[in-house]
């Protein structure tokens, strides 16, 4: 198969096969012109690589997983990454918490609601209320 049509059987760009490439994530065979030709192998280490992505992974950690041969290494890596995404989630939720707070506030302005007060007061430093601890690039 060419690059154009593993490119357009998972809707990519025919650059980020070439990058996946050079990053070491993919190896085509070549013909004799010199034109990568991909195998079945090839579709299933695309299909592999996507489906890492969805999942948050790096392009260098997918690397480091598909790269290595020594289990306990692997499962070291997807622990971590596991890790990383519990965090992750973790702080998407209690962003949707915060956000389904102020939805809920029945005032027209939510940011005096007590309620609403009390799921921003972890950002507040303790030492000069009133002072967020923490910048925020985006304001209610």
């Not at 013909?31 to 079945?40: E, K, L, S, T, V």
């Not at 480091?64 to 971590?80: E, N």
């Amino acid at each position: 198969m060419s690059i154009g049509a593993l490119a357009e059987r998972f809707g990519l760009a025919t650059h980020v096969l070439r990058h996946w490439e050079a990053m070491g994530l993919l190896a085509p065979a070549r013909d004799p012109a010199g034109r990568r030709r991909y195998r079945a192998d090839d579709l299933t280490r695309v299909a592999v690589i996507l489906r890492a992505k969805e999942a948050g992974l790096s392009l260098d950690s997918i690397r480091s997983l598909v790269g290595t041969a020594d289990a306990v290494q692997r499962r070291a890596l997807l622990s971590a990454e596991a890790e990383a995404l519990r965090s992750r989630i973790a702080a998407a939720q209690a962003s949707l918490a915060l956000i389904e707070c102020a939805l809920g506030c029945g005032r027209e302005d939510f940011t005096p609601c007590p309620h609403f007060q009390r799921e921003v007061a972890d950002r507040l430093d303790p030492a000069t209320p009133g002072v967020p601890r923490h910048q925020s690039s985006s304001a209610w």
